[in-house]
T-cell receptor, first 112, second 115 residues
């Protein structure tokens, strides 16, 4: 069945450091891929998405590229801020109306 | 637009008590979902409703029931709460139409503790 594996955290960085959070997936067909972010005490917010191979999703300085050949969707940001401290979830989706499959989440902590 | 709303935000129950978690969306979405979030487990699907009038079990449905009351509302009921149901519960919705990318929108969550 479909599954998502993302790197375990916590990830601790200093402000302005480069961020990579790895995400790989197993899926049949051509899923859509998502990164969600959860700030402390809040629900999940969509950070970015990619719906087909080689698509690059981007938002708020974060980027991720849908790599079908390596079944990956790694999240990157060139310069993190303290306000980026949150839990990040990689997810995939099959057809409309079906549930998202989530990774277990990666906690990012950024210090000034 | 309020998006996805959930009530209550917090709840403490004793073992054996029942309660209903309410969820509503104002985006005219067809599909709605209930997830639970536990430390180190990510989000796991409890039940979902692909369209009004239909519901289906997810990964962890035991101990729960759901009702898709209308297109806007999707409730989750715990008939006899157990400590293992202590969790954070999230409701989500998506457009659900054929050809859509299934982007899901989440509510703020209900933090439930069962003693």
């Amino acid at each position: 069945g479909n599954s998502v594996t993302q790197m375990e955290g916590p990830v601790t960085l200093s402000e302005e450091a480069f961020l990579t959070i790895n995400c790989t997936y197993t899926a049949t067909g051509y899923p859509s891929l998502f990164w969600y972010v959860q700030y402390p005490g809040e629900g999940l917010q969509l950070l970015l998405k990619a719906t087909k191979a080689d698509d690059k999703g981007s938002n708020k300085g974060f980027e991720a590229t849908y790599r079908k050949e390596t079944t990956s969707f790694h999240l990157e940001k060139g310069s993190v801020q303290v306000s980026d401290s949150a839990v990040y979830f990689c997810a995939l989706s099959g057809q409309a109306g079906t549930a998202l499959i989530f990774g277990k989440g990666t906690t990012l902590s950024v210090s000034s | 637009n309020a998006g996805v709303t959930q009530t209550p935000k917090f709840q403490v129950l004793k073992t054996g008590q029942s309660m209903t978690l309410q969820c509503a969306q104002d985006m005219n979405h067809n599909s709605m979902y209930w997830y639970r979030q536990d430390p180190g487990m990510g989000l796991r699907l409890i039940y979902y409703s692909a369209s009004e009038g239909t519901t289906d079990k997810g990964e962890v449905p035991n101990g729960y029931n759901v009702s898709r009351l209308n297109k806007r509302e999707f409730s989750l009921r715990l008939e006899s709460a157990a400590p293992s149901q202590t969790s954070v519960y999230f409701c989500a919705s998506s457009e659900g139409s054929s050809g859509s990318y299934n982007e899901q929108f989440f509510g703020p969550g209900t933090r439930l503790t069962v003693l």
